[in-house]
């Protein structure tokens, strides 16, 4: 068979935006091979990141992954606030502009929402419920990999071969071979796919850890809230990524195989792909919004020095949301015009979502109630949370109401309405997560004044970006469209709006500088316990060891650490005197890496149909799989005397 | 560590997974094999390739996912449930919202 991409196909050329990227991506490329060669510091680099099964390091990772995917998505961001700062520019070309789009919402989501929750679930979770990792360490590696891999091959579709320009839920029959033919879409499959494999494996990690290795003593109503937010998170992607594999599977062989599933013709049907796209894609949004109010959970009940209001009702409306999030996916083909009884049917289910969300929000509100509250940055993004949720959540109610919505579908009401959500509830309750645990992390806590300087622009840059977009709605802009006339009357409210986005690309900035400033002068963290936290990971040392727990706790009730505390104050703590013992731990590997790359390889020669490429990569991936089951020399003891020297250290610097 | 103790527990034969292995084999290829050689009419066809996909459910539980060994049954009981919720409302509710393609046509 004749290949159908040829080598010409492959680098694009002609745009000056993709000719710089180009050349950007070759010299930061050679930049960081001189600085790891000159520093002699590949040997480091693959013993102690690439090749690692720990936790906490494979959550330090999905951080740095995802911040940088938060950097080019807020590239595109601006790129599309650019185009529309006022009409008739000629910024992006059309074409141009709905590559960007596609790969500004595929990027945000699946490898900048995704990944940072990943990340405080790796970082935290073991240590908030005391264990020494999850639990499966080398399948925890294989997610991040296949997560970094696929991210990588939708990012090199921007330079090699073109992106995909069907929007992030690539409907067919646009995103079919008929209207889309380059291998553009194909990325988008393929990535989606290699991605998605590690984030069901995540799903089915952690809700095994969270069941299975609780500390002694440790009940699920013991659970600190983020925990269980995991827990009802895992069990959400469990039940919804296998659905956008299949999805993703079928548009694939419709466009690879010849195969109808989606198409226009010969018994295809295109509305078949957006059910099935949003059955994955609704419990999407969930997964993405409740580790957040989990974060938001624990940052209120610590910097209002209260326990948390409303426990029980906190964790029934998880699991509710849970549990709802599969009954109301119609609502995002409202216009589809399934009927009036399947259409009234998720109307009700939507409204019915949010009851459990409020009575979160006035949880989070009553637990501030009469508290002792600090303003530090965590409490604050928690604080801008409220109110913009709430927002959002309104909004959102508007939007299920069925015949309402034919109004204000694929407006930029609707635009506004889910960056809302995404940016007040997700990113901000990363944001708090991120700079709440950062000690945990490394050992040293954020810089305060650059943070409120962030903090204060995003908030401010949100607002202005998005409010005026909710009237943009009202007055006829459409989603999606790259450029407008002067007679439309949008100009003013989108240059607002544009200046908005620029706000938050300065706010990035101070947080990068934050970062960056942190590192060198930031406030070390020398007792393990800088915010006086409740749960148990602010027991251990920061960073924590390897192995986290020397002797695993024993713990009665919530709030373990706190009590452990109170306890000390009060004097009558006893510390029980326990023998330490070898400590079983699992080796590194460089199968999940090179396994990754063997994914990222088929995934790459599929996209342009060269079978050949793809059959080495999936042999690749066999024998990887193969070669593991045969080995059984997989993990190893920590001497007693290196736990000794290990803790000795740590403490002794105390 | 806690999942290495399990290792110990029963995971089944080798001869229970080639059963489960070709009985999944033949549950997918047998409807394959209907559809490309037309051999129902279409109302026949859908329901048999229905059952097939009930059965081979039922298959993997039974022969990959150890359904039956577990010391403590009630997660497992918890997730079919779930499972089985789930499903219905996949399958169940895509043929309802679908309905309207026969309506419009």
Known sequence: MEPKFKISHFFIHGDPLILGADVSIGIATVMIIFVLTYFKKWKWLWKEWLTTVDHKKIGIMYVIAALLMLFRGGVDALLMRTQLALPNLKVLLSEHYNEIFTTHGTIMILFMAMPLIFAMMNIVIPLQIGARDVAYPFLNAISFWLFFFGAMLLNLSFVIGGSPNAGWVGYPPLSELQFNPGPGENFYVLAIQISGIGSLATGINFLVTILKMRTKGMRLMDMPLFTWSVLATSILIIAAFPVITVTMLLLFLDRFAGAHFFTMTHGGDPMMYINLFWIWGHPEVYIVILPAFGIFSEVTSVFSKKVTFGYTSMVVSMMLISFYAYFTWVHHFFTMGAGAGVNTFFAVSTMIIAIPTGVKVFNWLLTMYQGRIRLTEPMLWTIAFIPCFAIGGATGVMLSIAPADYQYHNSYFLIAHFHQVLIGGTVFGMFAGLTYWWPKMFGFKLNETLGRWAFWLWNIGFYACFMPQYALGFMGMTRRIYTYGWDMGWAPLNLISSIGAVIMGIAFLFQVWEIAYSVKYGERDTTGDPWDGHTLEWSLPSPAPKYNFAVLPEVHGRDAWWKTKEAKERGDYEEKKQELEPIHYPKNSGIPFILSVFFFIAGFGFTFEWVWMGALGLLGVAICLIVRSFQYDTDYYISVDEIKETEAALRGEV | ?105
């Open chain 2, 1 to 105: 560590m806690k999942h290495i103790e399990s290792r110990q527990a029963s995971h089944g034969s080798t001869t229970s997974y080639i059963i489960g292995f070709v009985l999944s084999i033949l549950l997918t290829i047998l409807p394959l094999w209907l559809v490309v050689n037309h051999v129902l009419n279409r109302t026949a066809l859908i329901v048999t390739i229905m059952i097939m996909a009930a059965l081979q459910f039922l298959i993997q539980l039974l022969f990959f996912m150890h359904i039956r060994e577990s010391e403590k049954p009630r997660y497992n009981v918890l997730a079919i449930i779930l499972g089985i919720v789930f499903v219905i409302t996949i399958v169940g509710g895509s043929a309802w919202i679908m309905t309207f393609n026969s309506q419009v046509q």
